[in-house]
């Protein structure tokens, strides 16, 4: 039988007649294989760090240079000024080589030298190319000839076929704007949000700091920009994330969802087959750089890639004070939970990787085991649904040796982790608006204790066939997990697909060794830790409200034709919906992005502006023609958009003034000024998912619905949206049903007519009148 599997190379017996040797050809044959596929791993990754070393020139240039610096030699032509007649006479010193030998080492020498000089030289003009962001503040779709010429160097600068981390050390690093500019966006920004009392106070406050402890301040964060590669991604790492107590569940964690119509197949385990392969098709390009880096502006201005780097193999590990990323290089097993127990499954046979129907089978093994859990295994990821400190402190006194290690070394050292879950969701016609919240909920929190929320993300199999994902946010922002989970899905529907009767393609394997269950041995003690987690997370659970919908009135084609970017307007139709849902403007937050930075990753566009607030007063007030109404959208329209490329170019408000207080607390000073900065909440939080890879003038099918996140503020709202084609975009709004002032339904209805009034002040007729 299958499962009858050796898992040994050989045994041995003693017998009279001596010792009797019984080898085991297929586990030989397993570990020959497997070492093969990890000495292949090897040679790629070692390939493509010489590729990505000597970026933006190619391993072949070497030889090309050489071939140059020789020719001429053998021309009598001394193309290093000297320099090879210095080599030769140093080498003539040690008496080993003889006069021929001696000019070809000279040449070799300094061909290579030449080389290295020229790849230095073309990184740092590729840098200070790629430092100037003149480009990104141009009216749209008009280049000016200065930055047309900047393009062509660019491009010339680029290489041919950069991988995905080529242009890593050609990113110029984050700068540090000076402290009164901040101070003075700063105060721009609160400016609608105070009256005038409260303004002259803030004022006073700020100028104080800008002119005596900013500077100081700033001295310590210049020295720090100098040293480090961003000044702020680590420090936002650690003390915005991993430092964080509280629970990650809903606070932290984010979730993607499936196609919002189409349903590949309804079998459970056939969709699991497809997106854990194609999840792992992904990875392999991730390893050997296959994915290309992301490029704007007609492919030419590249992105940070650093956050790839962390996207499998890797696990939150909870500490008392603060918690840490642990990142294997390699994985060859993923952990699978289903009704309480928990399966690690191995993903390569053969030195292969495990085909999708040979995916599934596993899976429909895991669904059709009938065991029981062990005691305590059922809700054991409670732990990590609830408070930090309570699962470091369970970690270490349960899960520090024996079985309990080896089962949680499975989870934290697996490629990601998977869930069987065993109820039905996805978008229903027969109850859209219930079937939708459902989902996100499902996705975002599940029970609280099946998805392992400190994975770098969880992938989530419904009974139905439909899926979704639970992403931890530490290592990276919710564009990248985007990026894997487009990528997924195409590759799931377009390229593996599925058979008539709904199975994976292909066939199935019965010399696949089954599924292991991970053993455990959880006591009383520990047991009573995880209900107080659960606890905890279900009570966080419970309060969370969602409403998720999807808006087709109009979508980015017609706000295009209104000659206006489609996210400003999006955000200004939030600013008027949150005034109409609250009766007063909020502190608000977009995430943006410094990818175009080295080892960039968020910035805070603060949306609710001076010009914002002036344009919904006007659509508030029904003597205001809509002349003066478009006049005012269009001010507010170009000011978000400024702040927007502000904040992409290093020149934002929040991460600058955050670093600040991070340095003020080292140097163990107050700051009135930057704590009441730090303290005000973001009351309406907000975030557009990109769409990056599935093209839906060829698919129209494809559509997703993108993903969400839970409420920053405990009386504000969470707002994320994915502004999908021409005709359409989906919106995920959160809230907590404790608070009185906030419903999450209610301010969706407020997002979808604002929508349509706004767009009504174009007279385009019927187009926004569905």
């Not at 499962?3 to 030989?28: C, K, N, W």
Request: hydrophobic residues 40%; positive net charge; contains cysteine.
């Amino acid at each position: 039988m299958a499962e009858a599997y050796q898992a040994v190379a050989f045994q041995f017996t003693v017998t009279p007649d001596g010792i009797d040797l019984r080898m085991s050809h297929e586990a030989l044959k397993q570990i020959y294989l497997s070492g093969v596929h990890s000495w292949k791993r090897k040679f790629i990754r070692f390939k493509n760090g010489i590729i990505t070393g000597v970026f933006p020139a190619s391993p072949s240039s070497w030889f090309i240079v050489l071939v140059g610096v020789m020719s001429t030699m053998y021309a009598k032509i001394d193309p290093s000024l000297g320099l090879i007649a210095k080599i030769n006479r140093t080498l003539d010193t040690t008496g080993y080589m003889s006069n021929q030998t001696q000019n070809i080492v000279s040449g070799i020498l300094f061909g290579t030298g030449l080389w290295v000089t020229l790849i230095v030289t073309m990184r740092y003009s590729l840098k200070m190319l790629l430092s100037y962001h003149g480009w990104i503040f141009a009216e749209h779709g008009k280049l000016s000839s200065g930055t047309k010429i900047w393009m062509t160097l660019v491009k010339l600068f680029s290489g041919r076929k950069p991988m995905l981390y080529s242009f890593q050390s050609s990113l110029p690093r984050l700068p540090v704007p000076a402290v009164k500019d901040t101070v003075n966006r700063y105060l721009e920004s609160v400016r609608p949000l105070m009256d005038d009392e409260e303004f002259r106070r803030m004022e006073g406050l700020a100028k104080d700091f800008a002119f005596n402890l900013g500077p100081r301040l700033q001295w310590y964060l210049k020295l720090k920009s100098w040293w480090a590669t961003n000044y702020v991604s680590d420090w936002w790492e650690e003390y915005v994330y991993l430092r964080g107590r509280g629970p990650i569940m809903v606070n932290s964690n984010y979730f993607a969802m499936d196609f919002l119509y189409l349903s590949p197949t309804t079998m459970q385990a056939a969709r699991a087959g497809n997106a854990i392969h194609a999840t792992l098709l992904y990875r392999k390009k991730l390893d050997r750089q296959e994915i290309k880096p992301i490029l704007l502006m007609g492919s030419t201005v590249p992105l940070c890639s650093a956050q790839w780097e962390r996207m499998f193999n890797t696990s939150r590990i909870p500490g008392e004070e603060s918690d840490t990323l642990q990142h294997v290089k390699d994985s060859k097993h993923i952990v699978v939970y289903h009704k309480g127990r928990y399966f690690k499954v191995w993903l390569y046979h053969d030195g292969r990787l495990l085909k999708p129907r040979e995916i599934e089978q596993q899976m429909q093994r895991i669904l059709d085991d009938g065991s029981e859990p062990q005691a305590g295994e059922e809700k054991l990821a409670a732990l990590t649904a609830g408070d930090r400190v309570p699962w470091a402190k369970a970690r270490r006194a349960y899960f520090s040796n024996g079985k309990n290690k080896q089962s949680l070394d499975a989870i934290e050292k697996a490629a990601f982790f998977v869930t069987l879950d065993d109820v039905e969701r996805g978008y229903t016609k027969e109850d859209p608006v219930k079937s939708l919240d459902a989902y996100a909920k499902s996705l975002i929190h599940g029970k609280c204790y099946d998805r392992w929320f400190d994975k770098s993300f969880t992938l989530i199999i419904f009974k139905n066939g439909r899926m979704g994902l639970n992403a931890e946010h530490s290592w990276a922002d919710a564009p990248i997990v985007g990026h894997l989970w487009e990528n997924v899905m195409a590759t799931d529907y377009l390229e593996l697909g599925y058979s008539e009767d709904g199975h994976c393609k292909g066939d199935t394997n019965q010399n696949i060794p089954v599924p292991t269950k991970l053993q455990w041995e959880i006591p009383e003690e520990c047991q009573e830790m995880v209900e107080r987690s659960l606890s905890t997370a279900v009570a966080l659970a419970d309060d969370v409200d969602f409403s998720s919908f999807y808006f087709d009135t109009f979508g980015k084609g017609l706000i295009k034709k209104a000659k206006t970017s489609p996210d400003a307007f999006v955000q200004l139709a939030l600013q008027l919906a949150h005034y109409r849902d609250m009766g007063k403007f909020s502190l608000t937050y977009e995430a943006s992005m410094t990818r175009l930075f080295r080892e960039g990753r968020t910035e805070t566009v603060r949306s609710c502006t001076v010009e914002s607030c002036n344009f919904v007063r006007s659509m508030e007030d029904p003597t205001e023609s809509n002349e003066n109404k478009l006049k005012l959208f269009r001010l507010a329209s170009a000011k978000h958009q400024h702040l927007y490329r502000l904040a992409m170019t290093g020149s934002g408000i929040d991460r600058h003034l955050f670093c600040l207080y991070v340095v003020s607390k080292y140097l163990a000073v107050d700051s009135p000024f930057l704590k009441e900065v730090l303290s005000e909440p973001w009351r309406l939080s907000t975030s557009q998912t990109p769409q990056q890879h599935i093209d839906l003038k060829k698919n129209p099918e494809m559509l997703s619905c993108g993903g969400g996140f839970g409420p920053v503020a405990d009386d504000g709202y969470g707002v994320s949206y994915i502004i999908l084609d021409e005709n359409s975009i989906h919106f995920h709004v959160s809230s907590k049903i404790s608070c009185s002032k906030t419903d999450s339904h209610r301010f969706g209805k407020n997002i979808a007519k604002a929508m349509v009034d706004i767009m009504r002040l174009f007279n385009f007729g019927k187009n926004c009148n569905k």
